[in-house]
């Protein structure tokens, strides 16, 4: 799955507003106007959702090269003289000392692939004060509430996926970063758990960002680590987590920036809004464990942990998994107790509709905790205190699928929690018999990529704080945290409002497709 980019397939279209062929005058005094007159023949003007650039030469010849523009496939029409860049796609834009304007964007090479590009064009006479008011106007046209020249520090996995995040990191996502004007500070991780340590000793002063060149499980060590710190809660919050997808699950860059793609992640990233998320406390015998994503036991656990030898399969894996055991009429017997805080799903629709509806936040509104905010206290205790008064133990001798979710999607084609919102203070429950007949359980599978499976009536949906699950029957079997393999053994989750921080496009949803 990839995202499109401010609605565009081509971001060479005529715009809508070009029904002139001849520049305007560039004015004389500093106030930013939109338009930027770049020679006789040529101008720059700032459209209502892009970057027009109209240049007569453009009829003159069909060489890379033409106009100031420097973009090797740039695709030249004979009766063109008008093409536009959509704001999200430009990443930066000077003037240099000797009279040149640079501007250098995102070029959509096909739908899931951008590459850096540079327009350029030589002022015969310099107005520096209005060029720069107009190169202002573009940067916060382009950026908005985003914060620009993020300082990022960069984690490249070379074991995850098929262990090409290195030679990805510098063919796709370097050079958006450098023409983003981004400071970089990348580092190649050694061994498992060395992004706990990295993250865990980290100047959180000196970043805006962690950047996982990795699938989904150097995040998950990313916020572990970070956890660790005496501050954690301040580190927590002040610094974003994101995902340049390079692994074979991608889950925290389809849910915040709406692609797989690692240069549309890098772009996404460079663009992104700080977000709250919340975290989940997972523990465990003596240990607590943070989640950003899921906690799973049954069907799904199986199907992400128990088809390891399938990774050459990348994301069918998991359908494959997932088809088999379904079949196959599996049951995980538990006891269940939960925290429920919304029910029903018309409640639940409602919840996410009003939340979509709100317009983008304009900043991170909450508060940063103090250099002695730790991690919060558990609200309910661990899995080895007794059960909370208000929670009852249910038997579930016939169970499927446990899957607790934080995120929407958990794979391309796996949009299982449509209801989910990064920082609503819940989970998003799923719960389905494993004795359901052979025709429905393939009707589910199916449901999931037309995005009807929140309705199916078997499904049963809920929004809960907390949990705890003890599996029995079994001596051995499969918990996945965030598609990591814990011991098979009971334990406790509690949600944290915004405790972690991440990037986004919108500032407060799921690129999804909600209910």
């Known amino acids: 799955m990839t995202m499109a980019l401010a609605g565009e397939d081509d971001p060479f279209k005529d715009p809508s507003l070009a029904g002139s062929q001849t520049p305007q005058p560039q004015q004389s005094n500093h106030a930013p106007g939109t338009t930027l007159a770049v020679g006789r023949n040529a101008s720059l003007t700032l459209a209502t959702d892009s970057l027009v650039v109209l240049d007569e030469g453009l009829l003159e010849t069909r060489s890379a090269n033409c106009c100031g523009i420097s973009l090797p496939h740039l695709p030249l029409h004979k009766n063109k003289t008008t093409r536009s860049i959509p704001f999200f796609n ?60 993020k300082r990022i520090k960069v984690l490249v996995n070379p074991f995850g996926g098929k262990g090409g995040a290195q030679k990805i990191y510098l063919r796709h996502i370097a050079p958006i970063f450098a023409a983003a004007q981004c400071e970089i500070d990348v580092e190649v991780t050694q061994h498992n758990g060395h ?37 954690a809660a301040r580190a927590l919050a002040k610094v974003a987590v994101v995902q340049l997808p390079c692994g074979s699950g991608n889950a925290l860059s389809l849910n915040m920036n709406g692609t797989d793609s690692p240069s549309l992640a890098a772009l996404a990233v460079v663009k992104g809004l700080r977000t709250p998320l919340d975290l989940v406390s997972v523990t465990q015998g003596d240990k607590r464990t943070l989640s950003f994503l899921s906690q799973s036991v049954g069907i799904v656990a199986e199907t992400d942990l128990g088809t390891e030898y399938l990774r050459w399969m990348g994301s069918a894996r998991f359908t494959w998994g997932f088809f088999v055991r379904l079949v196959g009429k599996t049951i995980y017997p538990a006891d269940i107790a939960i925290k429920v805080e919304v029910d029903n799903k018309a409640s639940i629709r409602q919840a996410y509709g009003a939340e979509s509806s709100k317009p983008p936040p304009s900043h991170d509104a909450r508060p940063v905790p103090t250099a002695d905010t730790g991690l919060p206290a558990l609200k309910y205790g661990t899995v080895n205190d ?62 999931i990529s037309k995005h009807t499976f929140f309705d199916l009536p078997h499904v049963d949906y809920q929004k809960i704080s907390a949990y705890r699950i003890i599996p029995k029957n079994q001596a051995d079997g499969y918990i996945s945290i965030d598609g990591e393999r814990v011991p098979f053994e009971p334990f406790q989750a509690e949600v944290h409002k915004g405790l972690g921080t991440v990037l986004s496009r919108s500032g407060h949803m799921y690129e999804a497709k909600g209910v």
């Open 386 to 447: 007794p059960l909370p008064e208000s929670w009852a133990l249910i038997p579930h001798d016939k169970l499927g699928n446990f899957y607790a979710g934080n995120m929407a999607y958990m794979s391309p084609d796996a949009n299982f929690f449509p209801a989910s919102l990064p920082s609503d203070g819940c989970l998003d429950l799923i719960r389905i018999q494993g004795d359901i007949k052979r025709h429905t359980a393939i009707g589910t599978m199916l449901a």
């Open 90 to 149: 430009i990443l930066w834009a000077e003037l240099s000392n000797n009279g040149e304007i640079a501007i250098q964007y995102a070029h959509i090479v096909s739908k899931e692939t951008v590459r850096v590009a540079c327009i350029n064009y030589t002022l015969e006479k310099t107005d520096s004060g209005y060029i720069d008011a107009w190169i202002e106007r573009l940067l916060d046209r382009a950026y908005g509430a985003s914060q620009r020249r």
């Open 195 to 231: 992004a706990v340590e990295i993250a865990a000793k980290l100047d959180t002063e000196a970043y805006d960002v962690i950047a996982c060149c990795s699938g989904d499980g150097i995040p998950h060590e990313v916020f572990n680590g970070l956890s660790k710190k005496g501050d």
